[in-house]
């Protein structure tokens, strides 16, 4: 019988996650991804969306976050 995962993100990690795909995405697609590097390329992954995520809310106030 399979083990079954699972996960119940929160939304910002849901965020990362999809923009962390996206950069697997372009990974397999030039080519760089194998069996031997997965998991290094899964990390970089979700180490570059991460930083994207934090860049994106140091320069970028929603509505919920401006003060008056």
Same mark, same amino acid.
């Given at each position: 019988?399979?083990?079954? *995962?699972?996960?119940? !993100?929160?939304?910002?990690? *849901?965020?990362? +996650?999809?923009?962390?795909?996206?950069?697997?995405? #372009?990974?397999?697609?030039?080519?760089?991804?194998?069996?031997?590097?997965?998991? $290094? !390329?899964? $990390?970089? #992954?979700?180490? !570059? +969306?991460?930083? !994207? #995520?934090?860049? *994106?809310?140091?320069?970028? $106030?929603? $509505?919920?976050?401006? *003060?008056?």
């Amino acid at each position: 019988m399979t083990e079954e *995962t699972y996960l119940k !993100l929160q939304h910002s990690e *849901t965020v990362v +996650a999809h923009m962390a795909s996206r950069i697997l995405s #372009a990974y397999i697609v030039s080519g760089q991804l194998s069996e031997t590097n997965e998991g $290094d !390329l899964i $990390d970089q #992954a979700v180490k !570059l +969306a991460s930083k !994207l #995520a934090e860049r *994106t809310d140091r320069y970028i $106030d929603s $509505d919920n976050e401006r *003060t008056e």
